[in-house]
């Protein structure tokens, strides 16, 4: 098939290049421009530039889609069917309607459930025991449109990174399976009474309240791990969480550490042992490494 591929970040990547070892013709990559990075601030591509420019498939990333310049552009490639995973940017009509199968959208969630920017860090918050794929027809309201394909996977004790990356490899393979017989799949339409919304993550979430119970404080660190972080303060330094265990004693009170050679802190009901972190301007570690070069007696209590 004739494909515009349009995605931004890693997550899109394993799509992008599985359409083009299925053989199909990707004519152009649609992703957002170049964005400051690092120490010096220099622009730096999209993961799916740089997947789409390694493959040799035309590059573009204008700001916004909605000048009728950009729109006749778009259906000047005279697109089959348009791929996308985790743009970016509002498609209008006029661009959803352009190719002949419309536009075909990998989602981080069995929809309706978890609509929106940020469905894995919102699924494993909630506790959800599982989450998936839905390959969906795009239509102009947010996570919509009606549904072609879906698969599940458990969450299980993932983090977000490594949850997002099981969910963009099996999107990628069924991106590939649902245009393989694109017009045996019957478009099923979202029941939007049970349609839940998951928000952009806000980094003032992250902060951990030490009175949550333990299952939601650990729930918490898994969703924000690797970004932004689920973090403390001790002695004025951010400290970020990025793996923690549920201990099941109740010893203490919340955010007291529990001694002076483990990571173990109170919480709002079981204590919580934090294994793997990461402070302000250093590599991720373990407690214990941490511990080494600096003391941190119990009784601390960590804000």
Not at 63 to 68: D, E, R
Not at 121 to 141: C, Y
Not at 182 to 208: C, F, M, N, S
Request: one cysteine or more; glycine letters at 8%; proline letters at 7%.
């Amino acid at each position: 098939m004739r494909i515009i591929f349009m995605g931004t970040p890693d997550f899109a990547v394993p799509t992008l290049r599985a359409l083009a070892e299925a053989g199909h013709e990707v004519v152009c990559a649609y992703t957002q421009p170049p964005r400051p990075a690092g120490r010096g601030k220099k622009l730096q591509p999209s993961p799916v530039q740089i997947e789409a420019e390694r493959l040799g498939i035309a590059v573009r990333h204008p700001v916004s889609l909605k000048s009728q310049e950009e729109k006749d552009a778009f259906a000047a490639l005279g697109a089959d069917v348009a791929v996308v995973a985790a743009y970016g940017l509002i498609l209008p009509r006029a661009v959803l309607d352009a190719p002949e199968h419309g536009c075909l959208n990998v989602h981080g969630s069995i929809l309706p459930r978890w609509r929106g920017a940020a469905p894995v860090q919102r699924a494993i918050l909630a506790g959800d025991p599982g989450t998936g794929i839905t390959i969906m027809q795009m239509e102009a309201g947010l996570d919509t449109g009606p549904m072609l394909a879906t698969i599940r996977t458990p969450i299980e004790d993932k983090t977000a990174g490594e949850l997002t990356e099981e969910l963009a490899e099996l999107g990628a393979s069924l991106m590939v399976e649902t245009l393989r017989e694109l017009d045996k799949h019957v478009p099923v339409a979202q029941d939007d009474a049970l349609a839940t919304y998951a928000a952009k993550v806000d980094k003032a979430e992250a902060r951990i309240d030490w009175s949550k119970p333990a299952e939601e404080i650990e729930r918490q660190v898994r969703a924000f791990a690797p970004f932004p972080g689920a973090w403390f303060e001790l002695e004025g330094e951010r400290i970020k969480v990025l793996k923690a265990d549920i201990l099941r004693t109740n010893m203490g009170e919340p955010g007291e550490v529990l001694a002076s050679d483990f990571l173990d802190v109170g919480t709002g009901s079981a204590a919580l042992s934090l294994t793997r972190i990461q402070p302000a301007g250093k590599a991720a570690m373990l407690s214990d490494a941490f511990l080494r070069g600096k003391e941190v007696p119990a009784g601390t209590v960590l804000r």
